[in-house]
């Protein structure tokens, strides 16, 4: 018989707001989380806006003085995220270092899995802690290699988010980190669904996290002139498909997906929110940052999706685009989207949640999946802001500005990243 995988839990961490329900009311309302940069000294760099985590006290989520000195802030926020997925999954979480130690909300909840090694973590993380590198050589510049903390390598290695998670709730299975760029958290999805399916692990918390706005992040992506330089209107920099766009806006953040086999589910009686059934990935094998403007290996990850959850083209409802706010992608995505869809393309519902939050780099694939299982859990489609003018080509549907309502019974989710990486997930309205 074959697995069903359904989410039951979500939790975020991103420039707009630090929970689900916040988040998506947020975006169905077309708010931008883009402002000034603070905190960062960015003389002599073009790009001075960016969707940064902010009044974020980890403290809130339990992390304590001792634990918060050993992350970068990219685990902190995976860890805080998990939280609330954790709560609204009915996962007890514990104390990652003193494990007799439950938090507060989860004290007398019944264990998840009976056999910990059914139950894993897959994240994905694009750069890690860049924050934590960046501070350190600074410190080793002007105190010298002795004042280098012994948790640097700890707090700087992506999959370290993934141990802190699964420490705090004793999931001794499968715990793997994917950096593939912008569809590290698309890929880690969509590797926890295939592992699910597989008979692998019966819960598998994943989905991608980041935290790169530090001054050499801004430094790198500035130099290469792919940021929006629009700084004195932040919150209508990221404008993906728009003719007057000028570059992607870097945010920060991302979110968890619990995913968990059907009878599981049922039989500890989660909340089911979606069904995950459909994922698609191919390499572009062109170039080391610009995407195959041809499309070939988007189309192929969108078909394979497709062919996966064994629907046809004309099943789907609603598209969450990469849509970066960059000439190459946006036209690229939308060519791959017309040429597997063909006249169909016309009838779907597209947009790019990125216009509001910026690009999450290795989270943005995270929180876009939290937006697709919103989307067929309440019928709603988050617009596409600051589609002023479309540019040449983007003549599909884009829901500008306002959101939509309409029946969502089947909703994709695109990630392209840097390296020729290309991530397509698929869920649809749970039905028993």
Not at 146 to 164: C, D, E, H, Q, T
Not at 184 to 211: H, P, Q, V, W, Y
Not at 216 to 222: V, Y
Not at 387 to 410: A, F, I, Q
Request: hydrophobic share 40%.
């Amino acid at each position: 018989m074959s697995r069903r995988v359904v989410i039951t839990g979500i939790g975020t961490i991103n420039p707009l707001a630090h929970d689900v329900e916040t988040t998506w009311k947020k975006l169905l309302a077309g708010e931008s989380g883009i402002k000034k940069t603070e905190g960062l000294n960015l003389e002599g760099i073009r790009c001075l806006i960016s969707g940064q985590i902010r009044d974020f006290n980890p403290q809130d989520y339990y992390i304590d003085t001792k634990i918060q000195n050993k992350m970068d802030e990219f685990q902190l926020i995976s860890f805080a995220a998990m939280v609330e997925a954790a709560k609204t999954a009915k996962i007890p979480m514990n104390h990652p270092e003193e494990h007799s130690i439950i938090f507060p909300p989860f004290e007398g909840m019944p264990k998840a899995v009976k056999d910990p090694f059914r139950m894993g973590v897959m994240l994905g993380i694009g750069v890690g802690g860049m924050k934590t590198f960046q501070h350190y050589d600074e410190i080793r510049m002007e105190k010298g290699a002795r004042r280098v903390s012994a948790f640097l390598i700890p707090r700087m290695i992506s999959n370290l988010a993934g141990s802190w998670i699964a420490q705090s709730v004793n999931a001794m299975g499968v715990n793997t980190c994917y950096v593939t760029a912008c569809a590290s958290a698309t890929n880690a999805l969509g590797e926890a669904f295939f592992a699910i399916k597989n008979n692998r692990a019966d819960i598998i918390i994943s989905g991608g996290f980041e935290s790169a706005a530090v001054e050499m992040g801004f430094a790198g992506f500035s130099n290469m002139h792919a940021l929006s330089t629009r700084n004195d209107e932040p919150e209508k920099a990221s404008r993906p498909f728009d003719k007057d766009r000028d570059g992607f806006v870097m945010g920060e953040g991302g979110a968890l997906l619990v995913l968990e086999e059907l009878e599981h589910a049922k039989a500890r009686g989660a909340n089911i929110i979606a069904e995950f059934i459909g994922y698609g990935l191919t390499a572009d094998a062109y170039h080391i940052t610009a995407p195959d403007p041809s499309g070939d290996g988007a189309v192929q990850a969108i078909k394979d999706a497709i062919n996966i959850a064994n629907l046809k083209p004309t099943d789907i409802d609603y598209i969450n685009a990469h849509g970066t706010s960059t000439k190459a992608n946006d036209q690229m995505e939308i060519e791959a989207i017309k040429r597997v869809f063909n006249d169909y393309a016309y009838k779907l519902c597209i947009s790019s949640t990125k216009s509001m939050t910026g690009h999450l780099l290795g989270g943005a694939g995270g929180v876009e999946a939290l937006v697709i299982a919103k989307s067929v859990l309440e019928n709603k489609i988050p617009p596409t802001i600051n589609l002023d003018n479309p540019d040449e080509g983007m003549d599909l549907d884009l829901v500008p500005y306002k959101m939509r309502e309409r029946e969502v019974n089947y909703a994709m989710s695109n990630s392209f990243g840097f390296g020729g990486h290309n991530a397509v997930i698929i869920f649809k309205k749970y039905t028993a």
